[in-house]
């Protein structure tokens, strides 16, 4: 085995030692919970996605890029700048002091998930963040 394929397994070693428990959640464990959502190209759904969290009585928390795209289509073309554009969306709901990031589309929510510490990486922060998808 080449040192560098040693390098590689000892690096997904100590990453998979360091990764965060991942907490799910449901709509309904939702309560006084500081929630934003992301609607991505889903901007309609922001009052039925509003309403459900009401109902919940979770706190709905604004943030400025929760219609904005996170680089999921340029994400093959260019990842660094993909990676740089989903961190400064999942920083901005956490600098706006959200607990959770409610994503109204499943593919956005993989998307998020799938990138984070990527993102993480590229933006030099954590982002700790819990995401979520908000059926509607």
Known sequence: MSGERL??????????KFR????????GSLENKSIAIY???????LDKAKFKLKQKR??????????????????KRNP????????TVMLD???????????VNRDDYRYFKSVH?????ETGRDID???????I
Request: hydrophobic share 40%; with cysteine.
């Open 7 to 16: 390098q590689q397994i000892y690096a997904q070693e100590i990453l998979s």
């Open 93 to 103: 709901a956490f600098d706006s002091g959200v607990e959770l990031l409610a994503c």
């Open 129 to 135: 963040l819990n995401l979520m998808v908000l059926d």
């Open 80 to 87: 660094k700048f993909a990676y740089r554009k989903a961190g």
């Open 20 to 27: 965060r428990k991942e907490r799910e959640y449901s709509v």
């Open 39 to 45: 609607l991505g190209r889903d901007s309609e759904l």
């Open 58 to 75: 979770a706190k709905y928390i604004n943030f400025d890029m929760d219609d904005r795209l996170a680089g999921q289509t340029i994400l």
């Open 117 to 121: 510490s990527m993102a993480e990486r």
